[in-house]
Each structure stands twice: as C-alpha cells, then as structure tokens.
C-alpha cells in the first residue's frame, strides 16, 4: 500500500526539506524510495531520519511541485526532523537499512514514533483531484498530451463540484504548471459556476 505524504528530511546542515511522497507500507517497514539526484536522497544519507507527515492541505502537495516549498514546520521534541505544522498526524521514522539501486535506491524505516495533532473531518472528492493532478503534474515529461488532457478534464468534475477555497487554490497552481508544459497562453480555471 502507498501512503500519500509529505516528507520531511534535514541535511548535515541542518536545512529542512519537504517534498511529497508516496510511501510504501510493507508489513513494520515503510520505505522511502526518492529518484536520484534529489535533496530527500541526499538528506537520508546525510541524516537517516524522516517525518511523515498526514496532512489534508493539499497546497502544500501541490506547493512543492510549483515552487512553493516554504511552510510553517514545528520541531518534535528531540527528534532531529521538524514536521509539518499543518500536519493532522506525523510519524518518525528511522532509517534501518538501504536497497542501493542506479536510480531509486529504497530506504526501509522503522516507524519510532506517531502522533496526532488535530482531527481529521472526512473525505473531499476535491482534495483526491489535486492529488491526482500532482501526481499528473510530477509526469509530465513521461505522458502524451492527450492522456494529461483528457485526465485534466475528468479530474476538474471534482474540482467544480465540491472545491472550496484551498483547493481551488492548489488546483489553479497546478493547471499553471501544466499550461506552461503544455505551452497554452492561459490555462483552463476549475471553479464553480457563477449566477
């Protein structure tokens, strides 16, 4: 199973990163498995140490993919990684041990510890759709513009009929990042209708 998260990493420097993830759930064991080059792979070899973190903001999944990067982090006592201060929960994680491989080597953790911040209030139709337009947007160069479009516009039914105001937000973010791939003068605005 794959985890939708944000992970947070701290380099020797002690600079904090945060990038969205996929997390593999394998029995006790998650594993991180960031392409090559990337700050999370550089940071987990620098510092084996990471913080998932479960949030329902979706700016933030889509901030990091469209430059957007700085949001508020909290430090966890004395863990040596911050976590989201938008987090509902956050787990921390421990490296183990890591699967060397040429272009996505696998760091298998241990989950140290978990807890919860605030409650969560239910699904959002609107909240799946910018994920799956994220995620999308983190492929570009891989898929043909007609699969990006016809996704596009069975995704924005969700937007149109159950966004409020931080989707629409993350949405417009991303259909900027995607018109700008696409070389479209202005991209398509997801909202509800007008009257």
Avoid at 51 to 68: H, M, P, Q, S
Avoid at 69 to 88: D, K, N, T
Avoid at 90 to 109: M, N, S, W, Y
Wanted: net charge neutral; hydrophobic share 45%.
């Amino acid at each position: 199973m794959i985890r939708e998260v944000i992970v947070t990493t701290i380099g020797a420097s002690g600079k904090a990163h945060i990038a969205p993830f996929g997390i593999i759930a394998a029995g006790e064991e998650w594993i991180v498995a960031p392409f090559r080059p990337s700050t999370t792979l550089e940071n987990l070899q620098e510092v084996p140490f990471a913080v998932a973190n479960y949030t329902d903001d979706v700016r933030i999944f889509a901030g990091c993919l469209t430059g957007r990067r700085e949001w508020p982090r909290v430090s966890v006592g004395a863990f040596p990684v911050p976590r989201l201060a938008a987090a509902l929960a956050h787990a921390e994680l421990g490296v183990q041990r890591v699967e060397e491989d040429a272009q996505r080597p696998r760091f298998f953790c241990r989950v140290l510890r978990q807890e919860q911040h605030a409650p969560f209030q239910g699904l959002n139709r609107a909240k799946a759709a910018v994920l799956e337009l994220a995620v999308l947007v983190s492929r570009l160069d891989f898929l043909p513009r007609d699969k990006i479009e016809r996704e596009i516009e069975y995704l924005k039914i969700a937007i149109d009929k159950t966004a409020g105001p931080q989707e629409q937000e993350a949405w417009d973010w991303l259909a900027d990042k995607v018109a700008a791939h696409l070389g479209k003068p202005e991209p398509e605005r997801a909202g509800k209708a007008q009257g």
